[in-house]
């Protein structure tokens, strides 16, 4: 028999998701933001294929016309294929701009966009998440898949670790990320996650929203355990 899990009371602040109950217990969010976060540049993670799923792709093009109409350059893998290469096009056919960062081993002409305002050139993967964590306020995550994962997962755990204190967003298109949502729960659940760390990813369906919530978004305290200069 698989375990069951009572019903849910996590709320998500003004979310338009909706994802099956689960049991974490926590207080209600009261946070005063005295600041707005400027989010002038943007890393969004993604898939390099396009999937079956057409809302996918039309909230990729979405997402890009909202960057362009808000002067948010975007930062991304430098693909020209896939989700990727649909939402940069997207920000550049608005007229907008996108800085690619991609490694050397990844730069062949089937793969990388060469009409970018910006390319950049890594000698690896590690150097290219460096990168385009210098380079960017805040980060998106869209639909994708292993590699998506890594990245969002990864960037999540430095703000966890205090190395930055950027805002982190999941664009949950269509119920993309539902299943992930109850994977964190039950990391919660199970007490391998702090409700504070839950919270450190913002999530929403609609991408208006979601930029909200990462302008709004309150820089978390360095853990006890982790100085500054550790950091």
């Not at 002038?40 to 996918?56: E, M, P, R």
């Not at 890009?64 to 940069?88: C, D, H, N, P, Q």
């Not at 056919?93 to 002409?109: A, H, S, T, W, Y």
């Not at 539902?178 to 991408?207: A, T, W």
Request: hydrophobic fraction near 40%; charge should be negative.
């Amino acid at each position: 028999m698989y375990p069951q899990h009572p019903t849910s009371s996590i709320q998500h602040p003004a979310s338009s998701i909706q994802h099956p109950a689960s049991s974490i217990q926590h207080p209600a969010f009261n946070i005063q933001h005295p600041t707005m976060n400027n989010l002038n540049t943007i890393c969004v993670f993604c898939g390099s294929s396009s999937g079956n799923d057409l809302k996918i792709t039309e909230a990729a093009k979405r997402l890009g016309e909202i960057f362009a109409s808000r002067k948010i350059t975007l930062v991304y893998g430098a693909a020209k294929i896939g989700v990727m290469g649909t939402l940069a096009k997207s920000v550049l056919d608005n007229k907008g701009e996108v800085i690619g960062i991609i490694p050397n081993f990844l730069k062949k002409k089937e793969v990388v966009h060469l009409g970018l305002t910006e390319l950049i050139t890594t000698e690896n993967m590690h150097e290219r998440k460096l990168k385009m964590q210098e380079a960017s306020d805040g980060f998106i995550a869209l639909p994708g898949g292993m590699g998506t994962l890594e990245e969002l997962f990864e960037i999540i755990t430095w703000l966890q670790l205090g190395l930055h204190q950027k805002p982190i967003g999941l664009l949950n298109v269509n119920g993309f990320y539902d299943d992930l949502i109850n994977l964190l729960e039950n990391m919660v659940q199970r007490g391998f996650l702090s409700i504070d760390n839950y919270h450190l990813l913002l999530v929403d369906s609609k991408p208006e929203l979601l930029l909200q919530k990462m302008e709004e978004f309150k820089r978390p305290d360095l853990p006890k355990w982790l100085s500054e200069d550790k950091a």
